[in-house]
């Protein structure tokens, strides 16, 4: 397939994002306290209370994750280390991850048990999200499914580049590697992230950075909040490989689903061609990070392995929630965003 050249339709925005309200006591405390520059006014209980999985806690962990990425429009970048917001961060991060652990607790510890459902093609598609859009999704389900995912697809790659200086020899140089295609290859035009805007461009989307944090529910957030999690701390960088891996397995057969999809409903050549760009690129990556990633971490340090397989199922456990959520209302009827998106 020809790339499409760039689009000039909707260029990139590198504006920052405006600050989404908030959805319960914690995500409003935070948003006001970035707002006013003070310390965030809460109940510590609120803590303990907040549901893990929930709109609440998902989107202060959001908040709080993305001043480390572009900050918020007219909130201090200062913010970004502010000891407060580290402390309630590190709080919800606590309990977030309490309840990703107790829910895989029979999980796979091995990286061949945790992979090993991935390399093989279902025989069964029927819950597979992929599958419904290249059969039957509409046109107004392909632009609410490329609305959820930009909160990821527009920083791509970006919350993997953290474990770049946290790996050595064969995994750091095949991890550098990946992410070198991921950005572009040295190309502005060519970034990942840049694709995924001229496709929502194609999708009479906003293609603004953040654009749709205010419409996308928790189990978005919450497979956005997985890697940045993963991303911010070292000694989860086995988890974060993890779910490096997971990624690039999966991605090319989705990707080919996709594009499929994106054909079928006469989306625009950008929107088919980023998810065809996919469906090549990562059938290589996922050779390399398996054999060079994965496998040169675990020379390196054999004791990561229990948390690389964590990072592979927590992966796909966050996605099959998501998955889920969107389906459950789509079969209602329903949007899957907490409002729907506008007519195009």
């Known amino acids: 397939m020809t790339p499409p050249g760039p689009s000039t339709k909707a260029p990139t925005t590198t504006a920052r994002p405006r600050l989404a309200a908030g959805r319960g006591e914690l995500s409003s405390a935070l948003a006001q306290a970035l707002r006013s520059g003070r310390p965030p006014a809460y109940d510590p209980g609120a803590i303990l209370r907040a549901d893990p999985w929930g709109e609440d806690l998902q989107l202060a962990l959001y908040l709080l994750y993305e001043l480390h990425y572009r900050g918020f429009d007219g909130v201090d970048e200062e913010r970004e280390w502010d000891p407060d917001l580290l402390r309630l961060r590190r709080a919800l991060e606590d309990r977030f991850l309490h309840a990703l652990r107790t829910e895989l607790s029979g999980a796979p510890r091995s990286v061949e048990d945790a992979f090993a459902p991935l390399l093989v093609e279902p ?10 859009l ?3 999704g509409e046109s107004w389900q392909l632009r609410e499914y490329a609305a959820l995912r930009s909160l990821y697809h527009l920083k791509e790659a970006d919350p993997h580049a953290w474990v770049i200086p946290r790996l050595t020899g064969r995994a750091k140089a095949a991890m550098v590697a990946v992410e070198y295609d991921e950005f572009g290859a040295g190309r502005a035009d060519r970034i990942h992230a ?35 999690l993963f991303g911010l701390h ?6 974060l490989v993890g779910h490096f891996a997971c990624v690039e397995i999966t991605s090319s057969p989705g990707s080919r689903r996709l594009a499929k999809a994106m054909r079928r409903c006469g989306a625009g050549p950008a929107a088919e061609h980023f998810y065809a760009e996919h469906v090549e690129a990562d059938a290589v990556h996922e050779q390399v990070v398996r054999h060079e990633v994965v496998g040169g971490l675990l020379a390196d340090e054999p004791g990561l392995e229990a948390d690389i397989a964590f990072g592979c199922v927590a992966t796909g456990f966050l996605e099959d929630r ?9 079969d209602q009827g329903h949007s899957a965003l907490r409002t729907p998106l506008p007519e195009p």
Do not use: I
Not at 322 to 330: E, I, K, M, N, S
């Open 123 to 132: 025989v069964d598609l029927s819950g597979s999200l992929n599958h419904y």
């Open 134 to 136: 290249e059969t039957e």
């Open 194 to 228: 840049r694709l995924f805007a001229d496709l929502m461009a194609d999708l009479d989307l906003d293609p603004g950075y953040g654009r749709y944090l205010d419409r996308a529910p928790a189990p978005v957030l919450a497979t956005v909040n997985l890697m940045s």
């Open 234 to 239: 070292r000694a989860l960088r086995g988890a």
């Open 322 to 330: 998501f998955a889920a959520h969107v389906r459950g209302a789509w």
